[in-house]
């Protein structure tokens, strides 16, 4: 029977144990025992299935992955113990001493971090292209090119990839096309329809949606997640099973959750489009947005993150900030709670002023990710920080 996402994020459950329980358990515990010795071996052969040892596999984190597959339409998948593990992971296990990878400049400052300074100590090489000039993207690759990495939306400029182009561009050249989903999450997007051989997520965000726990997710092609699992069960990034059950029971409330993100991130961006303090919003259904069309071919809303450029620079920035009373400061996204960040002081920090300016993360630009709250008590907080932080 065919289910819509809703149904399936809610009904897809581990298999009930003999007390008939109706929400999945939590199976705390590092390992599993066998009926025998044969049994063993054979667990161990792969020549049967089942639990080993939590670090390769749990019936929490088999529930969760089961229920991401079927939301973003991949074939496979594994969990992390956080986003930036499952990035890493993703990209280390299938490329080797030489390779080079294709990445879109717009990326999370951790991600840049593993490109440029982690990446080429062991010999992986990387390139940046601009999504605002694909026609020269052939030129940037290498006889060596073994990967295109993207984010899209990107983090925290919001830039928006094609992803039909990228499917595209990927298959012509032979390349591993990873796809970071964090912003979208499968619920407004799902890049393997458009060729991704890879989805990559910090479950940490939107899937887990009320800023309890960290998890990454890497989701897709069977063999490639096969090359994935053996390079993550030998070096040890495991999720616990307690975050995997939460993360699980948080994708039965992500569609209602980000329909409500979106439908108050849109509200918000339209009433600051014309503020007198504000010099641009965007948000990626804003029609304002450069890449507003592509962002509705592929997204079925906006997502639950917006950015606002302030008139004054970073001395008015910081004293906008400090005058929000309900709005939370901090780095994370996703939550149930209203966040702002500071990205040029913050996530993005490490990066040179040259490389954020690339990307348009400029000392006027803050990232709000808009919480459940009240739209119109979201707006009244901003509203009356932009007031007091007026020179």
């Known amino acids: 029977m065919s289910q819509h996402f809703e149904t399936k994020a809610i009904r897809i459950n581990s298999s009930k144990s003999n007390q008939k329980e109706h929400s999945s358990p939590i199976y705390l515990t590092s390992s599993f025992t066998f009926d025998s010795a044969?049994?063993?071996?054979?667990?161990?052969?792969?020549?049967?299935?089942?639990?080993?040892y939590s670090r390769y596999a749990n019936p929490n984190t088999s529930e969760l992955i089961e229920k991401i597959c079927a939301a973003e339409g991949t074939e496979d998948g594994i969990a992390t113990a956080s986003g930036?593990?499952?990035?890493?992971?993703?990209?280390?296990s299938l490329l080797q001493q030489g390779d080079h990878i294709l990445a879109s400049r717009s990326l999370f400052g951790s991600t840049h971090q593993l490109l440029t300074r982690i990446f080429p100590k062991w010999g992986i090489s990387s390139t940046y292209g601009d999504i605002?000039?694909?026609?020269?993207?052939?030129?940037?690759?290498?006889?060596?090119?073994?990967?295109l990495f993207l984010e899209t939306p990107s983090n925290p400029g919001l830039e928006i990839i094609d992803l039909e182009w990228a499917g595209k561009f990927a298959e012509s050249h032979n390349l591993i096309l990873v796809v970071d989903n964090c912003f979208a999450t499968p619920y407004l997007q799902q890049p393997a329809k458009w060729g991704a051989h890879l989805v990559a997520h910090s479950a940490t965000k939107f899937i887990d949606g009320q800023g309890r726990v960290l998890g990454g997710l890497i989701l897709g092609k069977k063999e490639l997640i096969k090359e994935v699992q053996f390079f993550t069960r030998h070096t040890g990034p495991a999720i616990s099973p307690f975050n995997s059950w939460i993360l699980s029971k948080s994708m039965e409330t992500l569609a209602v959750r980000m329909d409500r993100h979106c439908s108050s991130a849109l509200k918000i961006?339209?009433?600051f489009q014309s503020h007198p303090e504000i010099e641009q919003v965007r948000y990626p259904f804003l029609k304002s947005h450069p890449q507003y069309h592509l962002a509705i071919k592929q997204m079925s809303q906006g997502g639950g993150i917006l950015t606002l450029q302030l008139k004054g620079g970073l001395t008015r920035v910081q004293r906008f900030i400090d005058q929000l009373e309900m709005i939370s400061i901090t780095a994370n996204l996703g939550d149930s709670r209203t966040i702002i960040t500071h990205p040029a002081s913050t996530t993005h920090s490490k990066l040179s002023e040259e490389e954020r300016l690339r990307v348009g993360i400029?000392?006027?630009?803050?990232?709000?990710?808009?919480?459940?709250?009240?739209?119109?008590?979201?707006?009244?907080?901003?509203?009356?920080?932009?007031?007091?932080?007026?020179?």
Do not use: C
């Not at 605002?132 to 990967?147: A, F, G, H, V």
């Not at 920080?385 to 020179?391: P, T």
């Open 269 to 271: 961006a339209e009433h």
């Open 38 to 52: 044969e049994e063993a071996r054979a667990t161990f052969a792969d020549e049967i299935e089942g639990n080993i």
């Open 132 to 147: 605002s000039d694909y026609e020269n993207w052939d030129r940037l690759i290498q006889p060596n090119t073994k990967m």
């Open 362 to 391: 400029t000392d006027g630009l803050v990232r709000v990710s808009v919480g459940l709250e009240h739209p119109e008590d979201i707006l009244s907080d901003i509203e009356k920080a932009l007031e007091r932080s007026k020179k």
């Open 84 to 92: 930036m593990a499952a990035m890493f992971a993703s990209i280390a």
